[in-house]
């Protein structure tokens, strides 16, 4: 067993923040769902753009959310075309707490993502929460709370600048 990793924080811009939690409220009572592209620097996951994606589970929709492999690919491949990587995924939960679900561990496969859910109450965005998936596969992953901390876009410039060789 490997000991619980220490959760570290979440950096997003207020605007993308904003953003993603309008997505929520938009596709009010359904579910939405989105992609964080970024950069993982020094364990701590930067959001740079939040894309919102289609939510394919038109079955179940208020409660439950897919983003389509195709979709996701593409998303990867742009983002890796200027140097961002997923660092996360997000989608919103109607009229339910900001807590990850079973389903939401279950459908997690991405480690070291992070995973934000926003409370969307009658239709307004209320509280949300980030959690990041941890552990080192299927058979031990495991959802983590971390600290959602706003970053300012010029600070997150810097930091990738400083990045460069
Ligand atoms: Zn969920």
């Known amino acids: 067993m490997t000991p619980p990793t220490t959760t570290s924080a979440l950096r997003i811009t207020e605007d993308n923040l ?10 009010y009572p359904n579910e939405c769902c989105g992609v964080l592209l970024g950069r ?14 289609g939510n394919t589970r038109t079955d179940s929709a208020h ?6 492999p195709q979709e996701l690919v593409r998303i990867q ?16 939960h109607p009229d339910h707490p ?5 389903t939401d ?16 109450v009658k239709g ?7 959690f990041l998936l941890t552990g080192s596969g299927e058979e031990d992953k495991a959802f983590a709370r971390q600290a959602l901390e706003l970053a300012a876009p010029q600070v ?10």
């Open 124 to 130: 307004a965005a209320t509280e949300t929460n980030s």
């Open 63 to 68: 409660n439950r959310y897919n983003i389509a």
């Open 98 to 102: 900001a807590m990850w679900s079973v």
């Open 156 to 165: 997150v410039a810097d930091t990738l600048l400083a990045c460069r060789p």
């Open 18 to 27: 904003r953003a993603l939690r309008a997505h929520g409220e938009q596709t």
């Open 77 to 92: 491949r742009q983002g890796r075309a200027r140097g961002l990587d997923i660092v996360g995924f997000y989608h919103s």
């Open 40 to 53: 993982n620097v020094d364990g701590v996951n930067h959001v740079q753009e939040v894309l919102p994606a």
């Open 105 to 120: 561990i279950a459908e997690a496969h991405w480690i070291g993502c992070s995973y934000i859910i926003t409370s969307v």
